[in-house]
């Protein structure tokens, strides 16, 4: 177990901070937007690629948000932030499949 604050390493390809994503950010950012602080947010995106209960914060939301939610500011002042290479949703490769 890491101590800190874990973010994902690397964007995963369909995360919905990648340019070419079809999603509607915005609209997914108001879901956790601080509706006392404008710019700022409750919480963070946790990364789909990620275990559900691993609370391991998106590659993207973290470049784009790092400074706009409490715990961000923390974990980098307190310099708790910790990178991580996790994927829940990787077909693991079993032996002697090899072609």
């Not at 609370?55 to 400074?67: D, E, K, L, Q």
Request: with cysteine.
């Amino acid at each position: 177990m890491s101590l800190g604050f874990l973010i994902q390493r690397r964007m995963c390809q369909p995360c919905i901070y990648r340019k070419d994503s079809p999603l509607d950010v915005q609209r997914l950012e108001a879901q956790i937007a601080d509706p006392h602080m404008p710019g700022f947010f409750r919480g963070y995106r946790a990364c789909h690629h990620a275990t559900e209960t691993s609370g391991i914060c998106c590659a993207g939301f973290w470049r784009r948000h790092r400074n706009h939610f409490t715990l961000g500011q923390l974990a980098q002042r307190l310099g708790l932030v910790r990178y991580v290479t996790v994927d829940a949703l990787a077909v693991p490769m079993r032996r002697g499949n090899a072609c």
